[in-house]
T-cell receptor, first 117, second 113 residues
Framework: NAGVMQNPRHLVRRRGQEARLRCSPM?????VYWYRQLPEEGLKFMVY????????ESGMPKERFSAEFPKEGPSILRIQQVVRGDSAAYFC???????????????FGEGSWLTVV | AQSVSQHNHHVILSEAASLELGCNYS??????LFWYVQYPGQHLQLLLK??????LVKGIKGFEAEFIKSKFSFNLRKPSVQWSDTAEYFC???????????FGKGNQVVVIP
């Protein structure tokens, strides 16, 4: 399922800079999810989006983090003024228009590894 | 809050040995259950999933899992592992009708040739 494309795969940022992670869902998928994986931890849900709408952002930190999924183009996870604690792998996933509750599988991308120095 | 527990974070075994990874969750309602595998440097791939029906689920690469509702468990098994099964394995749970997956911390499995 290499169809979920994430870039960049690796990103290094200095403290205080901005990080932008992009995700193109699989063809035909209109639901996008972002998860974060910290070292020695499982994946933690961050946000769930459909085209032009944020459906569930209950896992997003209240400050510095934002996500969008515009009508055209990839979904973007934006982290402003990064700190060392933001260093993690960020995974994007997508599912078909019927959504996950219809029994559809969520497919993951290869992840973007953010390192804050 | 719903939680997913995976024990024995690091597992080392020899080829041809049997593998069983435990997964327990804390939610009492209807759930969908998943096992994902992450090979080194790759994305998460779905091994198998349970939505309803036969609680013994067959997945890819010879893996299977059994849903035991009374024990809130969804353990993963493979009778005879290969070196290529070296990977990290994640159990995930979705509350029925919800959109998000809750993941366990994963099991790092190393198979020695």
């Amino acid at each position: 399922n290499a169809g979920v494309m994430q870039n960049p795969r690796h990103l290094v940022r200095r403290r205080g800079q901005e990080a932008r992670l992009r995700c193109s869902p699989m063809k035909g998928h209109s639901h996008v999810y972002w998860y974060r994986q910290l070292p020695e931890e499982g994946l933690k849900f961050m946000v769930y989006l459909q085209k032009e709408n944020i459906i569930d952002e209950s896992g997003m930190p209240k400050e510095r983090f934002s996500a969008e999924f515009p009508k055209e183009g990839p979904s973007i996870l934006r982290i402003q003024q990064v700190v060392r604690g933001d260093s993690a792998a960020y995974f994007c996933a997508s599912s078909p228009p019927e959504g996950p509750t219809s029994g559809n599988t969520i497919y993951f991308g290869e992840g973007s590894w953010l390192t804050v120095v | 809050a719903q939680s997913v527990s995976q024990h024995n974070h690091h597992v080392i075994l020899s080829e041809a040995a049997s593998l069983e990874l435990g997964c327990n969750y804390s939610y009492g309602g209807t759930v969908n259950l998943f096992w994902y595998v992450q090979y080194p440097g790759q994305h998460l791939q779905l091994l198998l999933k349970y939505f309803s029906g036969d609680p013994l689920v067959k997945g890819i690469k010879g893996f299977e899992a059994e849903f035991i509702k009374s024990k809130f468990s969804f353990n993963l098994r493979k009778p005879s592992v290969q070196w290529s099964d070296t990977a990290e394995y994640f159990c995930a749970v979705r509350i029925y009708g919800n959109n998000r997956l809750a993941f366990g911390k994963g099991n790092q499995v190393v198979v020695i040739p």
